[in-house]
């Protein structure tokens, strides 16, 4: 749903706010669900989020790659002291390759 999100405002030719309800609508979510993933976007700085009749919610980040995503929604990878001392490389692999994959990048 994050990622769908920021490539929908992505998309969008104005970076005016626009309401969580459009959005959802747009995308067949959930209203609800879709504003608790755009507050924990804004809690990160990735989004910026306005209350109010005219508020809504517009891209803030310059750059957004999946594993800021992955952050937000799934919470940080531990690699530097993992469960398992074998999952560290395989984990810092993983991270590493989230962080190449950008979703957005204002021009």
Request: aromatic share 8%; net charge positive; proline share 4%.
């Amino acid at each position: 749903m994050a990622v769908e999100t920021i490539v929908f405002l992505k998309k969008r030719k104005s970076n005016d706010y626009i309401r969580a309800g459009e959005i959802a609508k747009t995308l067949k979510f959930s209203v609800g669900y879709l504003q608790k993933v755009i507050q924990a976007l804004g809690k990160h700085g990735i989004v910026e989020c306005k209350r109010g009749r005219i508020g809504g919610v517009r891209l803030r980040a310059k750059v957004i790659t999946l594993l800021d995503l992955w952050k937000v929604t799934c919470g940080g990878l531990d690699f530097t002291d993992p469960p398992m001392p074998i999952m560290k490389k395989p984990l810092k692999a993983f991270s590493d390759s989230l962080s190449k994959i950008v979703i957005y990048k204002k021009q």
